[in-house]
């Protein structure tokens, strides 16, 4: 099988983690008391020491330090000193301990207060200070501290620079195609392969599938569900139909679409789709008499409106019917259709109908003399007349609300493009206590050929005060031209289930251009709802920023016809219908002792292998049931809601994580029976919710079955070092080490091979521009 492309909305992933240095120097004072009685600006200051490249030190004030004058306690304090010059910003935290002299064991000096160990940003040339330790004399001048007139103190000093951010790269994600049932329906119509009925229409025959057409028609139901034919090898004769309709009826019967629609659109087809109609309507094909009500309405002319309307009130047509009247009641159209020689025929054979067309046209062209009494005198009554529907909408005059007609124009986003961004941040408390409108900022990624990066304020922004956390999407570079529509939705994944969620209702849209407008402020959560489980577990957060770039929508011209909605297909909804009921059911499966009735036909359209088991097996009715081994009864259940539908059931709860083992199970199935597109879906699902303890079993399941893409997903995320030490810890992984050896190898092979590629980062000037 052909390796897929990536989904159609990309999805990429950048990470955070911190970029820190830490050391401890053990600053021993002996003669404790002499240093004491100096004045309160004297300390005594430990010898210098590097930490992160920096030269650093702890200074002492054994004396009360002048800052803290108004403080009732008397305090001893202390002071982390940068004494490196220059150099840009940076972080460090500082945990003063101080050291039992008679065990040698140290112990924090304010243990009740984390907070405290973190300090904020400062610059080397503007304060080269930040306290570290206050602490009550009575409490730093006892024992077992100060003993012998000597105290020791630990400096645990760390310091946090600028954190390191990967490149933003591709998430693999495994495209499905759409779904191919319909064309599969009409290559079986095509083929004529197990068809067991054939239709005579003028002569020309027409085999088909009774299973299709009883499950599409209830007309045909009773036709070829009832008595018994005398001879089943007989055509049934359809009279008063011509084949070409026929053979149009039954491509709609089995793809719920007509061949080549925009064709059958034009005025020059609209007789075909009157006869197309009338079948319709004999077999009671609903979708397809709404379809053909549609293309009808929309060619509306004054040689063709009066014959429309007999066509819909003899068959009951109700909201073709009305738009042919709507139609003939414009003003300069009336004396041209009661010219018209169907509406001739029409009087003479349906003297009611007009009747009843006239009398709502007279009420219209009542209301339109009023509206034109008080049109302004310059504006022109007397309008040339045409024979289109379009030209009569506009012969009525502007697009404004006249009687009988209604006006319409459609809005449709012009999405330039999308995509999601997985913002993983590792360490979490230690990029926090920047300060306010200091961001952690992800890896620079292109939406839509534009480049963005997304920025979370862990101590706030702007409106957001300090108990909030606000998150930014911020434009890199130059704004676009012409001006685009941005929005975006911040999801937090949780760390259990892998599964993203909007904390809250926060979609903001923002319009950018300029330089006044590059940033959108997409998420503004309290600080207790995003630093908790599960989206905070073992200091990592992860964030999904949705962007979606739109140009100014695009709006149609004003139009003036009435519209016919027509329902969408609802051929598969048919299909489900039929293998819940079991009705015409000609085989039977027994998977574990669970027996599952299903239609030959079905199965051999959809599935080779079925059609290779099940072609020229005839069986009797009471013949046993075909055994089904290794395979569980849900999972063989799910295989053939699939292959009548196309779809998953309940697709939104199958797709979370702890159905993981199905989906599994489910991709075995799909590749035995050679079901690609479920094959493919199984894939996707299992792709999105890879963790460390599932990607080593999922990567032995890839190899197994071919499947290429999941398998190269499996080895990008093992190729993460954060991550491989969790995965390598997994039963999953032994298991594949005992197994698939080979396997493994390989795919520490391929993983060397990404680690190899450069990871940079985002380019500085613009990231720091946020």
Same mark, same amino acid.
């Given at each position: 099988?052909?390796?897929?492309?990536?989904?159609?909305?990309?999805?990429t992933v950048?990470? +955070?983690?911190?970029?820190t240095?830490?050391?401890?120097?053990?600053f021993?004072?002996?003669?404790?008391?002499?240093m004491?009685?100096r004045?309160?600006?004297?300390?005594?200051?430990?010898?210098?020491?590097?930490?992160? %490249?920096?030269?650093?030190a702890i200074?002492?004030f054994?004396?009360?330090h002048?800052?803290l004058?108004?403080d009732e306690?008397d305090?001893?304090?202390a002071?982390?000193?940068?004494?490196?010059?220059?150099g840009?910003? +940076?972080?460090?935290?500082?945990?003063?301990?101080?050291?039992?002299?008679?065990?040698?064991?140290?112990?924090?000096a304010?243990?009740?207060?984390?907070?405290?160990?973190?300090?904020?940003?400062?610059n080397?040339?503007?304060?080269?200070r930040?306290s570290?330790?206050?602490?009550?004399?009575?409490?730093f001048?006892?024992?077992?501290?100060?003993?012998d007139?000597?105290?020791?103190?630990?400096?645990?000093?760390? +310091?946090?620079?600028?954190?390191?951010?990967s490149?933003?790269?591709?998430v693999?994600?495994?495209?499905?195609?759409?779904s191919?049932m319909?064309?599969?329906?009409?290559?079986?119509?095509?083929?004529?392969?197990?068809?067991?009925?054939?239709?005579?229409?003028?002569?020309?025959?027409?085999?088909?599938?009774?299973?299709?057409?009883?499950?599409?028609s209830?007309?045909?139901?009773?036709?070829l569900?009832?008595p018994?034919?005398?001879?089943?090898?007989?055509?049934?004769?359809?009279?008063?139909?011509?084949?070409?309709?026929?053979?149009?009826?039954?491509?709609?019967i089995?793809t719920?679409?007509?061949?080549?629609?925009?064709?059958?659109?034009?005025?020059d087809?609209?007789?075909m789709?009157?006869?197309?109609?009338?079948?319709?309507?004999?077999?009671?094909?609903?979708?397809?008499?709404?379809?053909?009500?549609?293309?009808?309405?929309?060619?509306l002319?004054?040689?063709?409106?009066?014959?429309?309307l007999?066509?819909?009130?003899?068959?009951?047509?109700?909201?073709?019917?009305?738009?042919?009247?709507?139609?003939?009641?414009?003003?300069?159209?009336?004396?041209?259709?009661?010219?018209?020689?169907?509406?001739?025929?029409?009087?003479n054979?349906?003297?009611?109908?007009?009747?009843?067309?006239?009398e709502k046209m007279?009420?219209?062209?009542?209301?339109?003399?009023?509206?034109?009494?008080?049109?302004?005198?310059?504006e022109?009554n007397?309008?040339?007349?045409?024979?289109s529907?379009a030209?009569a909408?506009?012969?009525c005059?502007?697009?404004?609300?006249?009687? %009988?007609?209604?006006?319409?124009?459609?809005?449709?986003?012009?999405?330039?493009?999308e995509?999601?961004?997985?913002?993983?941040?590792f360490?979490?408390?230690?990029?926090k206590?920047?300060?306010?409108?200091?961001?952690?900022?992800?890896?620079?990624?292109?939406?839509?050929?534009?480049?963005?990066?997304?920025?979370?304020?862990?101590?706030?922004?702007?409106?957001?005060?300090?108990?909030?956390?606000?998150?930014?999407?911020?434009?890199?570079?130059?704004a676009?031209?012409?001006?685009?529509w941005?929005?975006?939705?911040?999801k937090?994944?949780?760390?259990?289930? %892998?599964?993203?969620?909007?904390p809250?209702?926060?979609?903001?849209y923002?319009?950018?251009?300029?330089?006044?407008?590059?940033?959108?402020?997409?998420?503004?959560i309290?600080?207790?709802?995003?630093?908790?489980?599960?989206?905070?577990?073992?200091?990592?957060?992860?964030m999904?920023f949705?962007?979606?770039?739109?140009?100014?929508?695009r709006?149609?011209r004003?139009?003036?016809?009435?519209?016919?909605?027509?329902?969408?297909?609802?051929?598969?909804?048919?299909?489900a219908?039929?293998?819940?009921?079991?009705?015409?059911?000609d085989?039977?499966?027994?998977v574990?002792?669970?027996?599952?009735s299903?239609?030959?036909?079905?199965?051999?359209?959809?599935?080779?292998?079925?059609k290779?088991?099940?072609?020229?097996?005839?069986?009797?009715?009471?013949?046993?049931?075909?055994?089904?081994?290794d395979?569980?009864?849900?999972?063989?259940?799910?295989l053939?809601h699939?292959?009548?539908?196309?779809?998953?059931?309940?697709?939104?709860?199958?797709?979370?994580?702890?159905?993981?083992e199905?989906?599994?199970?489910l991709?075995?199935?799909?590749?035995?029976?050679?079901?690609d597109?479920?094959?493919l879906?199984?894939?996707g699902?299992?792709?999105?919710?890879?963790?460390?303890?599932?990607v080593?079993t999922?990567?032995?399941?890839?190899?197994?079955?071919?499947c290429?893409?999941?398998?190269?997903a499996?080895?990008?995320?093992m190729?993460?070092?954060?991550?491989?030490?969790?995965?390598?810890a997994?039963?999953?992984?032994?298991?594949?080490?005992?197994?698939?050896?080979?396997?493994?190898?390989?795919?520490?092979?391929?993983?060397?091979?990404?680690?190899?590629?450069?990871?940079?980062?985002?380019?500085?000037?613009?990231?720091?521009?946020?």
């Open positions: 099988m052909k390796r897929h492309q990536m989904e159609l909305v990309p999805r950048s990470t +955070v983690v911190p970029n240095a830490e050391a401890t120097h053990v021993d004072i002996v003669g404790y008391s002499q004491k009685g004045g309160r600006e004297e300390h005594v200051t430990s010898g210098t020491f590097v930490v992160g %490249g920096l030269h650093w200074l002492l054994p004396d009360t002048v800052i004058l108004d306690e305090n001893v304090t002071f982390l000193e940068l004494q490196s010059q220059g840009g910003k +940076v972080r460090a935290c500082c945990d003063v301990r101080l050291v039992d002299q008679t065990t040698g064991l140290a112990s924090s304010a243990p009740a207060q984390p907070d405290a160990k973190t300090f904020k940003v400062f080397a040339d503007e304060s080269n930040v570290c330790l206050k602490m009550k004399r009575t409490e001048e006892a024992p077992p501290y100060l003993v007139d000597r105290i020791t103190l630990e400096g645990v000093v760390t +310091v946090k620079k600028e954190p390191r951010v490149r933003a790269r591709p693999p994600r495994i495209k499905v195609p759409p191919n319909m064309q599969q329906l009409g290559d079986l119509l095509e083929s004529k392969e197990g068809a067991d009925v054939v239709f005579d229409v003028a002569g020309e025959t027409f085999p088909a599938h009774k299973l299709v057409l009883v499950m599409r209830p007309v045909f139901k009773a036709e569900c009832g018994m034919r005398e001879s089943e090898t007989e055509p049934i004769s359809i009279v008063d139909m011509q084949p070409v309709v026929f053979k149009a009826l039954l491509q709609f089995y719920d679409w007509l061949p080549s629609i925009r064709d059958l659109e034009g005025d087809n609209s007789e789709i009157r006869h197309l109609l009338v079948a319709a309507d004999r077999y009671a094909v609903d979708r397809l008499k709404l379809l053909c009500q549609s293309i009808l309405c929309k060619n002319r004054v040689g063709n409106v009066a014959t429309t007999a066509l819909a009130d003899q068959h009951h047509c109700g909201m073709l019917k009305d738009a042919c009247i709507e139609f003939m009641s414009c003003p300069n159209m009336l004396d041209d259709v009661v010219a018209s020689q169907g509406f001739v025929d029409l009087e054979t349906a003297p009611s109908l007009v009747a009843e067309a006239k007279g009420r219209f062209k009542k209301m339109s003399r009023m509206t034109k009494s008080n049109a302004p005198e310059d022109p007397k309008m040339p007349s045409s024979s529907s030209a909408a506009a012969a005059g502007p697009p404004e609300f006249t009687p %009988g007609w209604k006006t319409v124009s459609t809005c449709a986003p012009d999405v330039v493009g995509g999601v961004h997985v913002f993983d941040i360490g979490y408390s230690d990029h206590g920047m300060g306010a409108h200091e961001p952690i900022r992800s890896g620079a990624f292109s939406v839509a050929g534009l480049d963005w990066v997304a920025c979370l304020y862990a101590d706030g922004y702007g409106v957001a005060g300090i108990d909030d956390v606000s998150a930014y999407l911020r434009l890199l570079g130059n676009p031209t012409p001006r685009v941005v929005s975006c939705e911040v937090l994944v949780d760390q259990r289930t %892998g599964v993203a969620s909007t809250q209702p926060f979609l903001r923002a319009l950018v251009f300029g330089d006044k407008c590059k940033a959108l402020h997409c998420m503004m309290p600080r207790g709802q995003i630093e908790v489980e599960p989206y905070l577990v073992d200091d990592r957060l992860t999904e949705h962007v979606v770039v739109r140009r100014d929508p709006v149609s004003t139009a003036r016809f009435p519209r016919i909605l027509v329902p969408p297909p609802d051929i598969k909804r048919q299909f219908n039929l293998l819940q009921s079991k009705e015409g059911a085989v039977t499966f027994d574990a002792g669970e027996p599952f299903a239609h030959k036909l079905v199965l051999a359209m959809r599935s080779p292998v079925f290779a088991e099940l072609c020229g097996l005839l069986r009797e009715p009471g013949t046993q049931p075909i055994a089904i081994v395979m569980q009864p849900a999972v063989f259940r799910a053939l699939f292959i009548y539908t196309d779809q998953f059931p309940a697709t939104r709860g199958f797709e979370r994580r702890d159905n993981c199905m989906i599994r199970h991709l075995v199935a799909a590749d035995r029976y050679a079901v597109r479920l094959k879906l199984c894939q699902v299992l792709c999105k919710n890879l963790n460390v303890h599932n080593a999922t990567l032995a399941l890839a190899d197994q079955h071919q290429d893409n999941l398998k190269d499996c080895i990008e995320f190729s993460c070092s954060k991550k491989m030490k969790g995965v390598a997994s039963k999953g992984y032994e298991d594949l080490q005992r197994m698939a050896p080979s396997v493994l190898a390989d795919a520490v092979a391929q993983m060397s091979k990404l680690n190899k590629m450069p990871r940079g980062s985002a380019p500085q000037d613009e990231s720091k521009s946020c």
